[in-house]
């Protein structure tokens, strides 16, 4: 998978419930409700499979998104770590 390298697996998975994923999940369920105002539909009976499947996708984004910011925070780390080893004169 190109959005996560494979030595993106040697890190520890974030929690379930971050706040990427509730956010997300949130979003989703935002734009599910928005659709039916938009569509005249009742705004909460209307759909609930729809606003299930939104929460959900928009859930699996943000987990999916909260993974690749900490591949990336870690990736960073570890070059300036490994800069700094190699460097003890500037630190």
């Not at 956010?23 to 499979?49: C, E």
Request: net charge positive.
């Amino acid at each position: 998978m190109a959005f996560l390298p494979d030595e993106s697996r040697s890190l520890p998975p974030p929690p379930l419930l971050n706040k990427g994923s509730v956010w997300f999940g949130f979003l989703g369920w935002l734009s599910a409700l928005a659709d039916n105002a938009f569509n005249h539909r009742p705004v909460l009976r209307a759909g609930v499979h729809r606003q299930v499947l939104f929460t959900s996708l928009g859930f699996f984004i943000g987990y999916q998104l909260v993974k690749r910011a900490e591949y990336v925070h870690a990736k960073v780390d570890r070059e300036l770590f490994e800069y700094m080893r190699h460097h003890p004169v500037d630190f």
